[in-house]
């Protein structure tokens, strides 16, 4: 068991869950525009200051959230919009990623993902120039 992070493109929110829930889910049209599939951009296996991060994004964008009584940040679709993915290559590149610690996690990974987590930006960005989605989610 442990922290398990991923992120995808795809052309709506809920798509990963409708593609892993329905057998005959397909992608109807050639169209990258309307991919309906989701493609994975991005994993991580145990990067807990990346998690740290995107639970903070998302309690931004999702005001009333009450952490520890309610509502774990665990299988939770977040979008990440091109403003964020600035936000996050600023904070990966000056090593802000808030230190995350969960039973789970692992320990700090940031030097050993960094590279990745530029890749991956880069990746985001150019989708989401295209007109897709770009979602951030994980298991733990």
Same mark, same amino acid.
């Given at each position: 068991?442990? @922290?398990?992070?991923?992120?995808? #493109? %795809?052309?709506?929110? !809920?798509?990963?869950? +409708? *593609?892993? !829930?329905?057998?005959? /889910?397909?992608?109807?049209?050639?169209?990258?525009?309307? @991919?309906? =599939?989701?493609?994975?951009?991005? *994993?991580?296996?145990?990067?807990?200051?990346?998690? !740290?991060?995107?639970?903070?994004?998302? #309690?931004?964008?999702?005001?009333? /959230? +009450?952490? +520890?009584?309610?509502?774990?940040?665990? &299988?939770?679709? @977040?979008?990440?919009?091109?403003?964020?993915?600035?936000?996050? +290559? %600023?904070? #990966? =590149?000056? !090593? &802000?990623?808030?230190?995350?610690?969960?039973?789970?996690?692992?320990?700090?990974?940031?030097?050993? /993902?960094?590279?990745?987590?530029?890749?991956?930006?880069?990746?985001?960005?150019?989708?989401?120039?295209?007109?897709?989605?770009?979602? *951030?989610?994980?298991?733990?």
């Amino acid at each position: 068991m442990g @922290l398990d992070q991923y992120a995808y #493109v %795809a052309a709506k929110a !809920g798509a990963y869950d +409708e *593609y892993w !829930g329905d057998e005959n /889910y397909e992608k109807k049209d050639d169209d990258p525009t309307k @991919l309906r =599939k989701p493609t994975e951009l991005a *994993y991580w296996r145990k990067h807990p200051n990346l998690q !740290g991060w995107m639970e903070r994004l998302w #309690v931004e964008k999702n005001p009333g /959230y +009450e952490e +520890e009584v309610k509502y774990p940040f665990n &299988n939770v679709e @977040l979008e990440l919009t091109w403003e964020d993915l600035d936000r996050l +290559e %600023a904070d #990966v =590149k000056a !090593g &802000n990623l808030p230190k995350t610690r969960g039973f789970f996690f692992g320990d700090d990974s940031d030097d050993h /993902y960094k590279q990745d987590d530029l890749n991956f930006i880069k990746a985001a960005k150019a989708e989401v120039f295209l007109g897709l989605k770009v979602f *951030y989610n994980s298991s733990w």
